[in-house]
């Protein structure tokens, strides 16, 4: 069973959040708060903390940043209406096991839980198109080949053979992509790029 606190300072919102995942057999809702400091000094006793980006006094990432200095952390899947690429990459940065937009269905939000509760990284659909519409743009050529084939989970000795290049060359190249894609693992380039197509 995955156990999920939910942080959102609509209560119409939370409620819904909560009556969509609470209806699958395998997530349990463990509580709802209103704001981070809430949810902080209630505690963490779930798998998967659901966190709206937008909250008072204390913003999603601030939340995020602190419950990231805890001993053991909760998996935190950010959640918020508008996703911007510069908040999408912010929050991957800081920690965050996924982005979720509010245009979400309760089945995308259901596989994001399970999804961040494994240690995927989990994106929704119009978050992914976001962040990849934004970055790839400044893609050159070959990190674009690099791109597909780490997308396709080969490691830097693989994508320098079947490139022709050398292994230190293809880690600077899998370096400049992360850089511009805004992400910090393998696994979220693998996704962007899985999304894009």
């Known amino acids: 069973m995955i156990r999920v606190q939910i942080v959102d300072d609509h209560a119409l919102v939370r409620e819904g959040l909560a009556l969509i995942l609470a209806a699958r057999p395998d997530i349990e809702v463990a509580g709802q708060y209103a704001s981070g400091p809430e949810l902080l000094a209630a505690g963490t006793e779930a798998d998967v903390v659901l966190l709206d980006l937008y909250l008072p006094g204390i913003d999603g990432l601030a939340v995020l940043r602190r419950l990231r200095e805890r001993p053991a952390p909760p998996r935190v899947l950010m959640l918020t209406t508008v996703g911007r690429p510069r908040e999408i990459r912010e929050a991957l940065a800081s920690g965050a096991d996924g982005f979720m ?97």
């Open 101 to 197: 937009l509010k245009d979400s269905s309760g089945d995308e939000l259901a596989a994001a839980v399970r999804a961040a509760a494994d240690g995927v990284t989990a994106l929704s659909p119009s978050a992914a198109a976001a962040l990849t519409a934004k970055g790839e743009e400044g893609l050159t050529r070959r990190e674009q080949d690099v791109l597909a084939l780490l997308a396709e989970g080969l490691s830097n000795r693989d994508i320098a053979a079947r490139l022709r290049l050398a292994e230190r060359t293809v880690k600077v190249h899998v370096g400049n992509v992360l850089a511009k894609l805004g992400v910090t693992t393998r696994t979220q380039a693998a996704l962007a790029a899985a999304r894009r197509r």
